[in-house]
């Protein structure tokens, strides 16, 4: 059975819908802080899931399309 990494490079696909602010923070290599200032901002859209606040992987998909300064191909 396949096992999921926490510090899931951007390049590569993950099984998950929803990733936590501290999922996303470990993806990008940056602090749940800086996560956190792109919400509170408006720069990045997140669901509540009860209290739980989450971050669609198709948000995050589009503001790395969006953001990325660099082209892998």
């Known amino acids: 059975m396949p096992t999921t990494n926490a510090t899931t490079p951007a390049t590569q696909p993950t099984n ?3 990733l936590t ?3 996303l923070a470990a993806r990008w290599s940056v ?3 800086s996560v956190e200032r792109l919400i509170r ?3 990045l859209e997140t669901t ?8 669609a992987l ?3 998909l589009r503001f790395e399309a969006m953001n990325c300064s660099s082209n892998f191909q």
């Open 16 to 18: 998950k819908t929803f």
């Open 21 to 23: 602010v501290g999922e």
């Open 31 to 33: 602090s749940k802080r």
């Open 58 to 60: 198709t948000e995050v």
């Open 48 to 55: 509540k899931i009860g209290r739980a606040v989450r971050i």
């Open 41 to 43: 901002t408006g720069r």
